[in-house]
């Protein structure tokens, strides 16, 4: 029995919560002007899109369009409806969430209980081992490779013992590296048919030609999954929070709307999320910017003489080759918010987002000034 059930004075705590590993989210503009005393802050440590979103979300959203004053449609239908178009899935088998970190959510209160095993890479998307540990499940991680990548062997060793979930991000938050076709084809082979295959790719968007669509080869295999994508990143919404789950079966989709609140995605999200992606072209147009920025970064850093890892996402990961902290301390003087690695064995990892090409100035000046 623990320790709080047996003392009179102190309501239960769920043991699992209050263990819980503190999110490490980006500083708040208010937050960066107090400190630095500037006024113009480049925030790169969210991954934002850092043009926004596209005219016809505020379009949609102007004017009283949304009745703010009626409940919003729980079953979000008809950006259900325009999602299973767009992606050739049947809108039973879509679940939409209040960002997609819901749905990390729901798929660990859905197929995870406590003494259940989770597995997933380290670095680590922070929800990927928060949302397990928070049901109970032990954690798994295993680490890139010395070059900045996925270790595939390792993976296929660490899936043999069959988990019951896999949390697999690609491309890979906060690396930035994506899994190429052979990699991705031998992690599902290795998949065990008893294990849950959550592939995260909030980064779809942004990825070249050589990376594959991991929903299409997830439904070429015909085993279980859920495929995780966002609008918070490539469309510009991070703030409204929208994002979504292709599950391969609506048994699957049912689990995790059960594991969710009713009324969880806002009309004005499910409102802009429709339009946002009516606009394809919008959105295409932000990811070119975003990509050629983040190649140009890349160069410069590596130029410092700074390891880089290769990225495929909206942001770049790389080793400071000090204290992560007090870098991330120094470019904050500079106005320049991104965000260190707090994760054993990566602290001298600093991730950094793509934002326009002013804000990357900013930051590439303030860095060089630290580090030569
Ligand atoms: C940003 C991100 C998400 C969550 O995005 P939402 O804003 O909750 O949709 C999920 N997974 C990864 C790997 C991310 O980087």
């Known amino acids: 029995m623990s320790k709080q059930t047996l003392s009179p004075a102190e309501p239960y705590f769920n043991p699992h919560v209050e263990a819980l590993p503190k999110y490490n989210a980006g500083l708040s503009l208010a937050a960066a002007r107090a400190v630095s005393g500037l006024e113009r802050i480049a925030r790169l440590a969210s ?7 596209s005219p016809a979300v505020l379009e949609a959203l102007a004017n009283g369009a949304v009745e703010l004053w009626r409940y919003s449609d729980p079953g979000c239908e008809s950006l259900r409806a325009a999602l299973g178009k767009r992606l050739g899935t049947e809108p039973e088998n879509i679940v939409v969430g209040n960002g997609s970190e819901e749905m990390i959510a729901a798929a660990s209160r859905a197929f995870l209980s406590a003494g259940c095993t989770a597995l997933t890479v380290a670095p680590c998307f922070g929800l990927h ?15 890139m490779t010395a070059d900045l990548d996925f270790d595939v062997a390792a993976l296929e060793a660490a899936l043999a013992q069959a988990p ?19 990699g991705l084809a031998r992690v599902i082979e290795a998949t065990p048919a008893t294990t849950m295959f959550v592939l995260d790719e909030a980064y779809r968007e942004f990825v070249s030609d050589a990376v594959p669509d991991g929903l299409e080869m997830l439904r070429q295999a015909r085993r279980p999954y859920v495929v995780l994508r966002t609008f918070s990143k490539a469309f510009g919404l991070a703030g409204l929070r929208v994002g ?10 049912r689990m995790l709307a059960a594991a ?41 850093l590596r130029d410092l003489g700074l390891r880089v890892a290769r990225s495929e996402g909206n942001f770049l990961f790389f ?3 000090r204290d992560s902290v007090q870098v991330a301390a120094a470019l904050l003087k500079a106005g320049v918010v991104v965000k260190p690695w707090l994760e054993p064995n990566y602290q001298t990892f600093i991730r950094v987002s793509t934002g326009t090409t002013a804000e990357n100035d900013q930051f590439l000046d303030a860095l060089a000034a630290i580090v030569r």
Request: hydrophobic letters at 45%; charged letters at 20%; aromatic letters at 6%.
């Open 47 to 53: 991954n934002e899109n850092p043009y926004g979103c």
């Open 129 to 143: 081992e928060i949302e397990p540990l928070a049901v109970g499940a032990r954690v798994t991680k295993v680490p």
């Open 260 to 300: 969710k609140t009713p009324f969880n995605v806002n009309a004005a999200a499910q409102a802009a999320a429709v339009a946002a992606l009516d606009d394809e072209a919008w959105m295409r147009n932000s990811v070119a910017g975003i990509t050629a920025e983040r190649e140009r970064m890349s160069k410069a």
């Open 244 to 253: 979504y789950a292709v599950c391969s079966s609506s048994r699957i989709a």
């Open 164 to 182: 019951n979930i896999l949390f697999l991000p690609t491309p890979w938050n906060p690396v930035g590296a994506a899994l190429d076709h052979d």
């Open 319 to 321: 080793d400071a080759a």
